[in-house]
């Protein structure tokens, strides 16, 4: 009789061992489960914020009708800032980057003492002897 008994419990404890086991992962599981439908949830309203702050600058920017060297000057404003992702393995410079600097260097030839006119003198300052700068440049020599 003592046997049974002792025979019974064990069945018990190691069956409320096991429930307790499952238990423990199934709320483990809905734990898991919720923290993944909130870091989505959170994910999706970081990226509805961006696309409206994206919106709104299109917007001002449009609405404000700027200039071309206001646009090169927030054009290059915004370089470093594309830089501090992980993902910067490679670079792509848009075709436009020329276009940016022309119109940056123009507005600064034409604001302070840094020197005078649109900065567009056809790649020749201060180099008289027209390309050879840069065939400098192209062709470096090995010591």
């Known amino acids: 009789m ?3 008994r002792d025979k019974r419990a064990a069945i018990l404890t190691a069956e409320g061992t096991r429930q307790a086991a499952i238990l423990t992962a ?3 599981k809905q734990s898991q489960i919720l923290r993944a439908e909130g870091e989505a949830k959170a994910a999706a309203l970081r990226a509805e914020g961006e696309a409206q702050a ?16 206001l646009l090169s000057y927030q054009y290059l404003q915004m370089l ?6 992980d993902a910067n393995k490679l670079w792509i410079v848009p075709s436009e980057i020329g ?3 022309k119109g940056l260097s ?20 201060g180099n008289s002897g027209g390309n050879s700068e840069r065939q400098r440049r192209e062709k470096p020599s090995i010591d």
């Open 54 to 69: 994206v919106r709104t600058v299109f917007e001002a920017i449009h609405a404000g009708d700027a200039d071309q060297k």
């Open 2 to 4: 003592r046997a049974d």
């Open 80 to 85: 470093p800032k594309i830089a501090e992702g």
């Open 26 to 28: 199934e709320g483990e």
């Open 99 to 101: 276009d940016a600097l």
């Open 106 to 125: 123009g507005a600064m030839g034409n604001m302070g003492p840094f020197g005078g006119g649109s900065g567009n003198d056809g790649g020749n300052s």
